[in-house]
């Protein structure tokens, strides 16, 4: 059975920090290119960060370049975001993304992030 627990989400202060990890199972994570995404309310879900499946490649979103960190252990089937400088706008649910081009893609059930004062 394949799952994706997200967790570290929370409420944070504006310029405050926070890491999200996301524990993969039930699928060979090694060969799987990882993201996460973001929803905020009566938005659209976005591509946050993406990291290819042995962690050589990593692409942002532009406001977040700079700020966050996408990383992940492949000996540990966990992949993380570390959020700095956090701004009122990264507020929102976020999401982990399995994906592999021959075999499709899975999603986490999300944690949410709130920074406010």
């Known amino acids: 059975q394949v799952q994706l627990v997200e967790s570290g989400g929370g409420s944070v202060q504006p310029g405050g920090s926070l890491r999200l990890s996301c524990a993969a199972s039930?699928?060979?994570?090694?060969?799987?290119?990882m993201s996460w995404y973001r929803q905020a309310p009566g938005k659209e879900r976005e591509l946050v960060a993406s990291?290819?499946?042995?962690?050589?490649?990593?692409n942002y979103k532009d406001s977040v370049k700079g700020r966050f960190t996408i990383s992940r252990d492949n000996a540990k089937n966990t992949v993380y975001l570390q959020m700095n400088s956090l701004k009122p706008d990264d507020t929102a649910v976020y999401y982990c993304?399995?994906?592999?081009?021959?075999?499709?893609?899975?999603w986490g059930q999300g944690t949410q992030v709130t920074v406010s004062s």
């Open positions: 993304k399995a994906t592999r081009r021959t075999e499709g893609y899975y």
């Open positions: 039930g699928f060979t994570f090694s060969n799987y290119a």
């Open positions: 990291v290819s499946s042995q962690g050589g490649n990593t």
